[in-house]
C-alpha cells in the first residue's frame, strides 16, 4: 500500500476506538460504499481512499499492527460467519439491503489474499466526494431513501433495485467467500417488498401498472414522492394538498364554471360604492360579462283575470313553461286581476312550477291586483331593493277591482318597472279607461329609494319616464267594435286573414294611433285569437244571454328608454288554461342590461324563502306519488310488467 505522503486523503487511525475492532453494528454509508469507484484513467486512481479501498464483510474485524499504527496491515485468514436465516433475510425491505455492502469478486479475492485492510473503520475518516450528483437545493434527503427501481437508470448506483437482485447477489457472495454473509444484528423485521416491475411479466405489470410505459406510471411514482415529504402523522388524514402535485392549484376544480376568488380581491373589495368600470365593482361591467356575456335578460310577462275563481288549473307548465320556448327564462313577472281568495295558494303553484331554481324576489297584492316577480336563483344579488306602489281608479267600490299595482327595482343598471292594471270594463266606456290611464302614471310614486338611473330624461308627471324599461299589461277592457255579429262573421274567416281583420276593430289600436293612451309604448305582433271572452271550461264564446262581443282585453305594453334595449320574442295566449272567462297572455322579451354602480341600496339576496321551501315539497311529494301510482299500474292484478 502507497505510504501516506503518496496519499494526502487518508487519515490516521481514531485514538478513540480500541485498535484492530470495528464498531460492533457498524455499517457502512450506502451513498459513498456503493459508488463504483474511479476508472484507471480518473484522478486518485493510484491512491485509494477510504471511499475507494475494498473492504471485506461488516461482521469482521479488521486487525491493525500495534507496533505502527500507520504500517501496513498484515494478512490474515478471515474466519467463516454463522450461516445466515434467509427468513430473516426475505423480511428486509429495500431500504434495510440499501444500507448493506455486499463485497463484488474482485474485492472478495483482495480481502482473501490479504492485501487489503479493512475499509471505514475509522471515524475521522475524510469523505471523499459523493459519487452521485448532489441533490437540488430544497429537495429534501429522503429521496435518499426511495427504492432505486424508481430512480432513472444510468445513475451509476450499484445497489440492488429489486428483490430479484438481491438473491442474486447473496448468491454471488456465497459463491465467493464460502459462505453467505452475516446480517448485522438489531435490524427490526419488515415486510415483504413490493413486487417492481421488473420480476413482472408484460401482463402482470400491465395489471399492476408498474410498467414504465404505462399511462399513469409517472403519476403514481410523483405521488408517492410528494406523500413522502407531508408532515401529517399516521393517525391523521391525508391532505389532498400533500397527495397533488399541482399543490395548491389542486383546491381549485376544473370542473367547476365559476371563476376562483383571490383572498386579497376579497379583502380589496368593496360591495357598497364603485364606478361604472371599476374592476370588482359587484354592479360593474366585469361582473356582468360572467352572468351575461351578451348582455341581454331572458324575461318572461304574463297576464291573467282568473274571474275571481277559487278553482286553478292543475298544471301551469303550459303559461310558465311555453312550448315555444325551449329554454326557461332569467325573470318572470306575472300579473293577476281577480285573483283568486287564497293568494298564498297562488303564489305556491308559481313556485311549485318554476322549481327550485327560482325564487320569489317580491310579491304585493292591492284589493284583487296581484303581482308576483321570481328571478333566478343566483342573480338575487344583483337586485336593487323592491319597491311597490298602489293606485286606486274605482274609490266608491268596497273591493279594490280596478287599478293598478306597480313594481320597480334597479337589475345592474337598468331599472325595471311592472305596472298591471285593470281598467273600467264595458263597451262604450273608452273615456274611463283613458282617464284610469291617466292616474295610473301620475299615482304611482315610483321609485322612492332607489335612485333613478338617468334622471335628467324623467317626467314628474309620468312614471313610465322613470325607468329604463317599463312593461304595462293587465284587463285593459278595450273591445272590438262593430258589434257580435261583425266579429263572429271575422272569425268564420281563413285563419291567416281573420287576426288584422279583427284588429281594425280594436279600440286600444285606435287610441294608441292617436296618442291618447300609451304613449311610447309598443306592442308585439298579435298572431293569437281574442282571449275574451269565453264560457268556462270550454272553447266557445260567450254564449250566456249577454253575448258579449270577443275581444282583445289582456295586453302586454313595454316601453324603452333606450331605442332597442327590448326586444319582444314571442306573444300569444294559452288556450289550454280554462278555469276562467279570460285566456292567460304572456310574452317572451330579451332586454339589454347595463353595468351599474353600487351605490344602490341593494336587496341583498331576501327571498321568500317559506314559500320556497312550500314549492319545493310540494315537487317531492307529488314526484313521490307519481312513482307510487306507477309502481302500483306495474304490479296490477290483471297483469305485470317485469
Not at 280596478?402 to 337589475?411: D, E, Q, Y
Not at 325595471?416 to 281598467?423: C, G, K, M, Q, Y
Amino acid at each position: 500500500m502507497p505510504s501516506k505522503s503518496a496519499c494526502p486523503g487518508r487519515s490516521e487511525a481514531d485514538p478513540l476506538q480500541p485498535e484492530g475492532r470495528m464498531p460492533k453494528g457498524h455499517l457502512v454509508d450506502t451513498d459513498r460504499d456503493l459508488a463504483p469507484g474511479p476508472g484507471p484513467g480518473s484522478p486518485g486512481a493510484d491512491c485509494p481512499g477510504p471511499e475507494k479501498a475494498p473492504g471485506v464483510p461488516l461482521d469482521i474485524p479488521a486487525k491493525i499492527s500495534h507496533e505502527d499504527p500507520q504500517a501496513k496491515a498484515k494478512p490474515f485468514a478471515p474466519k467463516p460467519p454463522m450461516r445466515p436465516r434467509l427468513e430473516r433475510a426475505l423480511s428486509l425491505d429495500e431500504k434495510g439491503w440499501r444500507r448493506r455492502r455486499f463485497p463484488n469478486s474482485q474485492e472478495d479475492l483482495a480481502s482473501r489474499d490479504g492485501a487489503s485492510p479493512s475499509r471505514g473503520s475509522s471515524p475521522n475518516a475524510v469523505p471523499g466526494p459523493p459519487a452521485r450528483p448532489c441533490l437540488p437545493p430544497g429537495l429534501s434527503t429522503s429521496l435518499q431513501e426511495i427504492p432505486a427501481s424508481h430512480r432513472t437508470p444510468g445513475t451509476g448506483d450499484r445497489g440492488p433495485s429489486s428483490w430479484g437482485n438481491s438473491q442474486d447477489l447473496l448468491q454471488q457472495d456465497r459463491a465467493s467467500a464460502g459462505s453467505s454473509p452475516r446480517l448485522a444484528g438489531g435490524l427490526p423485521s419488515r415486510p415483504l417488498p413490493a413486487m417492481e416491475w421488473s420480476v413482472a411479466s408484460d401482463s402482470l405489470r400491465t395489471a399492476h401498472k408498474v410498467d414504465a410505459d404505462h399511462a399513469d406510471y409517472k403519476l403514481r411514482v410523483q405521488t408517492r414522492l410528494l406523500r413522502a415529504h407531508s408532515s401529517l402523522g399516521p393517525g391523521r388524514p391525508p391532505s389532498p394538498l400533500a397527495s397533488d402535485d399541482c399543490s395548491l392549484r389542486s383546491a381549485k376544480s376544473s370542473f367547476s364554471l365559476l371563476a376562483p376568488i383571490r383572498a386579497k380581491d376579497v379583502r380589496s373589495r368593496s360591495y357598497l360604492e364603485g364606478s361604472l368600470l371599476a374592476s370588482g365593482a359587484l354592479m360593474g361591467a366585469e361582473e356582468l360579462a360572467r352572468y351575461f356575456p351578451d348582455r341581454t335578460l331572458a324575461l318572461f310577462v304574463a297576464t291573467w283575470n282568473m274571474q275571481g275563481q277559487k278553482e286553478l288549473p292543475a298544471n301551469l307548465d303550459e303559461l310558465l313553461l311555453p312550448a315555444e320556448a325551449d329554454y326557461a327564462q332569467d325573470l318572470y313577472v306575472v300579473g293577476v286581476q281577480e285573483g283568486c281568495s287564497d293568494r298564498r295558494e297562488w303564489e305556491t303553484r308559481l313556485q311549485e312550477t318554476l322549481g327550485p331554481h327560482y325564487v320569489m324576489l317580491h310579491s304585493v297584492a292591492h284589493g284583487a291586483l296581484h303581482l308576483s316577480v321570481l328571478i333566478r336563483r343566483d342573480l338575487i344579488w344583483f337586485c336593487s331593493e323592491v319597491e311597490s306602489s298602489t293606485v286606486t281608479t274605482r274609490i266608491v267600490s268596497q273591493i279594490k277591482t280596478k287599478g293598478a299595482l306597480g313594481v320597480g327595482f334597479t337589475f345592474f343598471g337598468t331599472s325595471f318597472l311592472f305596472i298591471t292594471s285593470h281598467f273600467t270594463s264595458g263597451d262604450g266606456k273608452v273615456s274611463e279607461r283613458l282617464l284610469d290611464y291617466s292616474k295610473t302614471i301620475q299615482g304611482l310614486a315610483l321609485p322612492k329609494n332607489v335612485p333613478d338611473t338617468c334622471p335628467y330624461r324623467s317626467d314628474a308627471a309620468d312614471v313610465t319616464t322613470r325607468f329604463d324599461g317599463v312593461f304595462w299589461f293587465g284587463d285593459f277592457n278595450f273591445r272590438l267594435s262593430g258589434g257580435r255579429v261583425s266579429v263572429e262573421a271575422i272569425l268564420r274567416q281563413d285563419p291567416g286573414a281573420r287576426v288584422p281583420a279583427l284588429l281594425q276593430l280594436d279600440q286600444l289600436a285606435r287610441e294608441m294611433q292617436r296618442g291618447s293612451i300609451f304613449k311610447g309604448f309598443q306592442e308585439a305582433d298579435i298572431h293569437f285569437l281574442p282571449s275574451y271572452k269565453f264560457d268556462v271550461g270550454r272553447d266557445s264564446y260567450d254564449t250566456s244571454s249577454k253575448q258579449r262581443t270577443p275581444s282583445y282585453t289582456d295586453r302586454v305594453m313595454y316601453r324603452s328608454r333606450h331605442r332597442g334595449d327590448i326586444c319582444p320574442l314571442t306573444y300569444s295566449s294559452c288556450p289550454g288554461v280554462k278555469t276562467s272567462d279570460h285566456r292567460p297572455v304572456y310574452g317572451l322579451f330579451r332586454v339589454k342590461v347595463r353595468p351599474g354602480r353600487d351605490n344602490i341600496p341593494l336587496a341583498a339576496g331576501k327571498f321568500d324563502r317559506e314559500l320556497y321551501l312550500i314549492g319545493i315539497k310540494r315537487r317531492i311529494s307529488k314526484e313521490m306519488q307519481r312513482q307510487q301510482a306507477l309502481k302500483t299500474q306495474h304490479a296490477s292484478a290483471i297483469c305485470t310488467v317485469s
